[in-house]
Every structure is written in structure tokens, then in C-alpha cells.
């Protein structure tokens, strides 16, 4: 048997034991888990060098049976290791973090089961296992965010988060099931060569790749909470911290990991992949602005995630899928981080806030702006021309055919129009040395774009080795030169008028006067509201309950 | 003559408004143990008589009004409370849908096992709603809540059986219903997903009704560890038999 099955079989024999030794090992059972946590992330660690430095091609390996089997390549390798890794901090951190909760066993046992279903999914070689792997997550996602059950908001929220999920599970499932009998194969091998050979292959006269491709989207926007299907995401933070570390560092990725895992039908939908990258865009922008509106840390921490991964999919709609699991796994860390100290954060802030009453807190906290410090059309100049310049060089370092491609031409302009924003927002900022300032945020900017480019370039080479199938994604996801030099100027437009309105806010006195006071209040009233999208589901959900009491009591419930 | 078995068909593999047969029928009987074989025979009888019409089926009517049947009693589950009820109308809604694979399928094998399958979950709701009515007096969602803190072997065990009714995995009947979608068409797959959702749905209510809340101020004792390990190991073996038996 593949060393690759004790991947996903040890946390699996964890939770076993776990449940075995609970009662004689008592609260030392932890102990037993994280040794177990630890060996998974040896073997994953052993895999990802094992399989880097002996070169090896992807592998499928199968317990035999009609499904149960294992597909062995770069995404499964890197993914198994960063699963296994974040999972074993998260162990760590939940021995003393949940020493004083009731069912601590319990919820060792249900952290283990969600490790084995990660890894079995990351790493699934046929649908089947997928589709089990992928159903296990919800389920222990939905007990984990519920580990306390005497608690009404937590349960809640469990809810909402578990019914997001199983929309997700069944389009998947109907992704499967076409594919299956399109194709005539489960097994991933088999059944991306016969979609390579034939991709325009039809059922009952529905393009079946593009229609799972379709499919797959949508289950990918249900796990990765994509605009409407994001609700769930800032509520989970009823659940225990550990479980918001290990949701926002793995499990919410799951929709980048699908979509990556199904690059080979999203090669042959080019219309899927722009879904991708409006509905990506879309969240990127409400979630986004929904964070900034956040007075509770790991509230906004969760629309922060929503905003991520809306980068996440719009990464992959622009081509790019290899980017997107860059993101996805540098997200996971540091987020993973911030949540893993946002209690030691408030706690602190509890005794003392830290934080020094001057320009900076003036700006973050009370968002108001400081004085100007440099001219204002000298920053303006070098926060376009600056980032600008930075990201082309980056970019010629890495490939210079590189702009030849549209989805790269996009991300160099979020690129930029991100340096632009963090340039033009850190200018308000006070210091003793402005100057000195400015030029160490362009060197950190610098060294940032410049390490992106280059891991993300290699990082890409790595996963993607097939060239003409980097280029395909990229090709698939392009769009027709005029719609796209109207999008860019249209994008262009739309930033530049939020630069120039936000600056037209920074004066004292608004050269509008209140003549947009109302609309900035009922915009206001949206955002507070949350768009009122979870009131719009809850008040669907009452009226499809209270329908369904009434036509219970008139049938006298037979 | 087909006609006419086909729709004695419809009150052993429900379509409402027959359906309300089985349903009331589950109902009066209150011997346990009959009503776990009526459970699992009376889904037998109609697709013999659904053999005996001839497979595959050749009207689409029937099977459009089996899909409807199908979603309606889910969405209807959402709100029933008594637990017996409850496995009637889980059992109802999954049983419809064999008619799905009699459209697509020559023998009769494949039906059996699909209406087996699906009536295990019921099965064993039923012998859950004896454990809670020989503690509380009536096995009712909402009337004592919280009995994963007072009663945690007993919200184990239901905490099982609830999430095969869901059909989710490793159960048989999520493969059940897999292979349900393998016969069917797009047209069908979507109420059949909607059915399943549904199905989730009523099931986190019916725990968020037993299981879950502040802890209940019972005297009411657990289930002992010998009867705890019997059901989960009996639960096992259906899992393994079924894992079998599809092909793992």
C-alpha cells in the first residue's frame, strides 16, 4: 500500500483511539492526537520531498474496489502537507485553549475525523472518494462549530453553516453524476484523458463540460462563500477560536482546491471561468466592504476571509489557477495566525488597549484623516507610477512574454491599483520622517511583489508543468480585446473617481455639501444591514415552515 | 391492466394521496416491532407489483407524480415533531423515488436493494422513538431538549441514525441515492437534489429538537454501554454490508 494512504488513515486512527482511551486517558488524550497530528505532517512532508526530488510524475492508486483511491500529484502533495500542518498547530493551540470546555475529548475526536476528511479530499483519486471526503467536511464543520451544544447562537449558526454547505454538496454530486455518464469513468485518470480527447462531448444535448464545470463552480461558491452563499461565514465565529483558525485557514479554501482539482473540465469553459471572475470580483467587493464596517474583531476577520476568497476565485476565472493556490495557502497561514491570537488580543485589550492616542489611531480608529505632510500631487504621481513600474519589472524578471496574456494583465492591475490605494492611505499617516517613510513602504511593497512574482512564478511550474496547459487556462479565461480594454478603462474609471472622491472626503469641508447625505445614509443602512441578505434566507425559511406546518395540520399529518 | 398495478403500485411505493395509507397505517399500529417490518416490507410489495407491470417503466406521469410525492413529503418533514411521523414521512419521501430507477432499469434487483436501502434509516428512527418514549413518555422533537449534556449515549446514537437519515456518508443511503442519480436524467436530478436537501434540513431541526439546547433537567437514565455499543455495532454492520455490497 502508498505510503499516500496514511495520509488521510492517521487522524482517521486518531479519532479512533481518541474515542477508545477517552475514559482512562481522560484529558490526556490530546497528547495522543497531536503525536498522531505530528507523524501525518512526517508523512505528508516525506510525500512533498519524496515526490519533488525524485521528479515524479502523477500517480493513482486504488484499494482495488470500484471506488477508494488515491491520486498522488503536486496539488494533493503541497495541499496534504498544508492541511496536516495547519491542523497540527490548531491541535496544539486547542490543548490548553479548550482545557476548561466540556466534551474536550469530543471535540479532539471531531477535529481528527475533520483532519482525515480534508486529507482524504485534497488527495481523493476518484469521485466517489470526493464526494464522501467533501459531504464529511460539512459534517464535521457543522459538530465542531456546535461543540457547544447548550448553546442556541451557536447551533444557529452551526446550521446556517452546514445547510450552505450541503447546497454546495449536491451540485458536486450532480457534477459527478454527469460526468459519470458522459464519460463512462470515476477514477480522475481515466476520466480527464477521455475529457481531453473528447470535450465537447453532450448529454440529452447539454454540453457536458461545461455544464460540470458550471457545477463545480457553484459548489465551490458554497464552501468558499461566494456573494449570496457568504452568510454562514461571519456567523461561525460562535464555534471555538481553533475551529475559526482551522476553518479560515483550510476549510474555506476548499472551494479553491475544487476548482483546481477540476481544472481539466475548467479548460474547456471559458464561460464558467468568467462566472468565476465576476462573481470573485463581486465578493471581493462586498466582502471588503463589509469588513470595514465591523466593530468585532473576528467578525471582520470572517468578511476578510469572504473578501479573499473572492481573490481566490477571481484568480482562477482570470486563468490562473496555480495563483490561487498560492493565495489560499499564504491566506491560510496568516489568518490561521490572527485568529490563533485574536483571544490573546482581547484579553490584552481588556486590560489595556495599547493603543496611543495619536495621528495613527486618529486615522485607523477614528477614521479621520491627518494633515498632509508631502504635496499632494507629488504622492499622487508616485503612487501611480511607482507600483506600476515595480510589478512590470517584476513581471519581465519572471516571464517577459507575460503581458502577452490578458489574466496577468489583470492581476498586474489589481497589483497596482492596491499599491496605489496602500501608498495614497499610508500618505495621511503622520511620522518624524515622511520621506523615510515612503520609501521604506516602496521597499516593502518592492520585496513583496517581487517574492510573490517569483514563488508565484515557480510555484506555478511546479503544479501547472505542462505548458501548453498553463496556456490553455489562461487562453480559456481571455475575453475579446475590445470588451476588455472597455472593462479596464471602465475599472480605470471607476477607481480613479473613488480616488478623487475619497480625497474630495479628506477636506474639511465637502464641496458637496449634504446633498448626498441621504443616499451615503440609506448606503450606510445596507451595509450595516449586511445587504440584508440573511434576512432575506430567514425570512424564506419561515414562510417555506410555516407553509409546511399549515398543509401538515390540514392533512392531519399523514 | 398495467395502469391498474401501477397505481396499487403508488400505495406501497408512495405517491400522495395514497400515500396517507402507509402514513396512517404506521401510525395505529403501536407495536414496535410491527411497525419496523411494515417499514421494511411494504416498499418489497410495490416493486413487485411494479415488476409484475413490466420494467422499465414506460410513463413518465407516474414518475413525474413520484418526484413531486418525493419533494413534497420532505418539505412537509420539515415541521413534523413526532418522531414515528417523522420516519413515516422519511420513508415515504425516499420511497417515491425508486419509481425513478423502475424508468430506466430492466430488473428488479437494483429496486429491491434501492427500497431496502432507504428503509433502514426509518427503521431505526423507530426504535429511537422507543427509547425516548419509555423515558420522557412520548418520543416528541422540542419536548426535552438538550440531551446531549444529560443522555449522551442516547444523543450519540441518535445523533447516527439522524444523519443516515440524511442520507449522508458513509450510509446506504447515500450510496442509494448516487445510484438513484446515476439512472436519472437532468431533468429529474434536480428535484431529487432538492429532496436531499430537504432531507438535511428536517434533520438538523429534529437534532436541534432532541439533542442540542441547554442540558435537560432529567432524571431519565442513559442507555447502558452495552446497549449503546450493540446499536452503533449494529449500525457498523449495515454500513460494512452496504460498502460491500456497492462495490468498495
Known sequence: MNLQWLIPLLPL???????????????????????????????????????????????????????????????????????????????????????????????????????????????????????????????????????????????????????????????????????????????????????????????????????????????????SAQFPLHTWLPYTMEGPTPVSALMHAGIVNAGGFIINRFAPVFVHSDGVLHMLFVVGLITALVGSVLMLTQNDIKKSLGYSTMGQMGFMVMECGLGAFSLAVFHLIAHGLFKGTMFLGSGSMIHEARKHDGVPHNPLHTFLVERKSASLKLPWLFIGLATLVVPLFILVIAHWFVAPD????????????????????????????????????????????????????????????????????????????????????????????????????????????????????????????????????????????????????????????? | MSFFLMLLAGFFLPLFPLSMVFNALLGRIKNPIAQVLLIFIWPQIGVFLLAWAGLPLDSGFFVGWAVLTAVFYAWRLLTVRVLSQWAGMLATSAWALTWIIAADLPASSELHSFALWMSVAPALLIFIAIALQERFGAAYSGLVVGLARALPRLSSVIVIVVLAAMALPIFPSFFAMLVLLAHSSILFALPILLTWLLWSWAGTRLLNGFVFGPRAETDAADLSSTTTWGFVGLIAAIVVINLIWTGA
Do not use: C
Open chain 1, 402 to 558: 507575460f503581458f502577452e496574456k490578458q489574466g496577468a494583465i489583470v492581476l498586474l492591475f489589481f497589483g497596482w491599483i492596491t499599491g496605489v490605494q496602500v501608498l495614497f492611505a499610508t500618505h495621511h499617516l503622520d511620522a518624524n520622517n515622511p520621506i523615510r517613510m515612503m520609501m521604506m513602504i516602496l521597499l516593502s511593497f518592492t520585496l513583496i511583489v517581487v517574492g510573490y512574482t517569483v514563488i508565484g512564478h515557480a510555484f506555478e511550474n511546479f503544479l501547472y508543468p505542462e505548458e501548453a496547459f498553463r496556456n490553455a487556462l489562461y487562453h480559456a479565461a481571455g475575453i475579446d480585446k475590445l470588451t476588455f480594454d472597455g472593462l479596464v478603462f471602465l475599472l480605470a474609471l471607476i477607481v480613479v473617481a473613488g480616488w478623487f472622491s475619497s480625497y474630495l472626503a479628506s477636506r474639511e469641508k465637502s464641496v458637496f455639501g449634504d446633498r448626498f447625505g441621504a443616499v451615503r445614509l440609506t448606503l450606510y443602512s445596507l451595509i450595516s444591514r449586511e445587504f440584508y441578505v440573511a434576512d432575506l434566507y430567514d425570512r424564506m425559511a419561515h414562510w417555506l415552515l410555516d407553509a409546511s406546518k399549515r398543509f401538515n395540520v390540514w392533512m392531519r399529518w399523514y
Open chain 1, 13 to 223: 486512527l486518531s479519532a479512533l483511539l481518541v474515542q477508545l482511551f477517552a475514559a482512562r486517558l481522560g484529558k490526556r488524550v490530546a497528547h495522543l492526537s497531536v503525536a498522531l497530528g505530528t507523524l501525518t505532517v512526517i508523512v505528508a512532508a516525506y510525500q512533498l520531498v519524496a515526490y519533488i526530488g525524485t521528479d515524479a510524475s502523477p500517480s493513482w492508486h486504488s484499494l482495488g474496489t470500484m471506488w477508494g483511491s488515491l491520486y498522488v500529484d503536486p496539488l494533493s502533495s503541497i495541499m496534504s502537507l498544508v492541511v496536516a500542518g495547519i491542523s497540527l498547530i490548531v491541535h496544539v493551540y486547542s490543548i490548553r485553549y479548550m482545557t476548561e470546555e466540556p466534551g474536550y475529548p469530543r471535540f479532539f475526536l471531531l477535529l481528527d475525523l475533520m483532519t482525515a476528511s480534508i486529507l482524504l479530499m485534497v488527495a481523493a483519486g476518484d469521485l466517489v472518494t470526493l464526494l464522501i471526503a467533501w459531504h464529511m467536511i460539512g459534517i464535521m464543520l457543522y459538530f465542531l462549530l456546535g461543540q457547544n451544544t447548550e448553546s442556541w447562537p451557536s447551533q444557529r449558526y452551526a446550521f446556517w453553516t452546514f445547510i450552505t454547505y450541503r447546497l454546495g454538496d449536491l451540485p458536486l454530486v450532480l457534477a459527478a453524476v454527469l460526468l459519470y455518464q458522459t464519460y463512462g469513468a470515476i477514477d480522475f485518470p481515466t476520466l480527464f484523458s477521455r475529457i481531453a480527447a473528447d470535450p465537447n462531448a453532450t448529454i440529452m444535448g447539454v454540453p457536458t463540460a461545461i455544464t460540470a464545470a458550471f457545477l463545480v463552480a457553484l459548489s465551490a461558491f458554497a464552501k
